[in-house]
């Protein structure tokens, strides 16, 4: 489950507790960090509106209303020269993959991931800019597809060491290529320069052992049987809003082959909701994203924003079985122990 700061930070006032704590006392599975660029939109947590930095990749972000947003792109209205001779950041790979170390302090006890994203067409409209982009498919499919290798070859640097370095239990990709309607390519598009250079990022980890998890938000359906076929695990986040993307339907269709994980939606439901509906709509989820015995991890569909209410998060966690009681119990206990204890262990569920 993913808290924005702000969220964590109440959350944690809540319970009394640092929100370092908070995956311990909340009972969560699953421990990951961004080593590429999500961590310069999501891991840099600025104090005010206004507030800027620029990543290593060139990008100026802003902070705007709690998120981070993109101010310029370093590749907006830039020559074809330009773009052909933009240089990723390798000399920082050291950097961005020691981001990793204190969630892997925790490999005992959490299952254990580490996130590339983004992969391809989103690193792509990060630099270039949404139009841009999108014209470059139809205008100049030669520069889109050298764009898209540059990505895939800085993406797949990441993923081998990180693969190599570290000890994981899966490895996690994304590419938002949808909208709330449709793909914002063609999928005949998608299959012809996407689908190449995401399969070598695929292979990177099933050739691994590990589990391969793919982020991509919108209406996605049309892809999902060869995101199946390319040997995926687990897609994330199931914006059950958009087209084609009602959880039940798609388990009915895919859930013989695929893991789903997601579903609740952070944008309308989770902070509009009452908390009995939460409970109530969460638990009809879980049912029927586990009628077989399993092949679902319960989550947000996004990071949980800082305007959902908390009787609202506690009701989405008794749905999963774990009660306000209990989390405000194993909050109490750590702080009575003291911060460098443990609370009473809540039972995880990966195995």
Known sequence: MWFHPATAEKMSKALEIPSSYLDEVLGHD?????????????????????????????????????????????LKNASRDEILNYKYPYEKADKLLNLMQPVLEHKKDYFIGCDISPSLFEMIWRLRGMEESIYDIVLDRELFQTMINQAADFNLHLAKRAVSEFELDWLWSGDDVAGKENMIMSPEDWREIIK?????????????????AHH?????????????????????????????????????????????????????????ATSDKVFKETKELIETMTADGGGYILAASHTIPPETPLENI???????????????????????KGFGQKGPKIKRRFS
């Not at 080593?35 to 620029?54: L, T």
């Not at 190449?196 to 391969?212: A, C, H, T, Y």
């Open 30 to 74: 699953i421990k990951q960090t961004w080593v590429s660029n999500n961590y310069a939109m999501e891991g840099i947590v600025h104090e005010n509106n206004g507030d800027i930095h620029i990543d290593d990749w060139g990008i100026e972000w802003i902070k705007s209303d709690e998120f981070n947003q993109i101010k310029s792109y370093p």
């Open 314 to 336: 506690f009701a989405l966690y008794e749905a999963a079985g774990i009660t306000k009681e209990q989390i405000f119990d194993g909050a109490a206990c750590m702080s009575s």
């Open 196 to 212: 190449p250079r995401l399969q070598e990022i695929f292979d990177v980890g099933k050739s691994n052992g590990l589990w391969m």
């Open 216 to 272: 991509c938000c919108g209406a996605l359906r049309s892809i999902i049987p060869d995101l199946i076929e390319m040997g995926l695990d687990v897609l994330n986040p199931i914006q059950c809003d958009c087209v084609g993307m009602n959880p039940a339907e798609l388990k009915r269709d895919f859930g013989k082959d695929l893991a789903f994980m997601g579903g609740v939606d952070t944008i309308e439901f989770l902070p509009n």
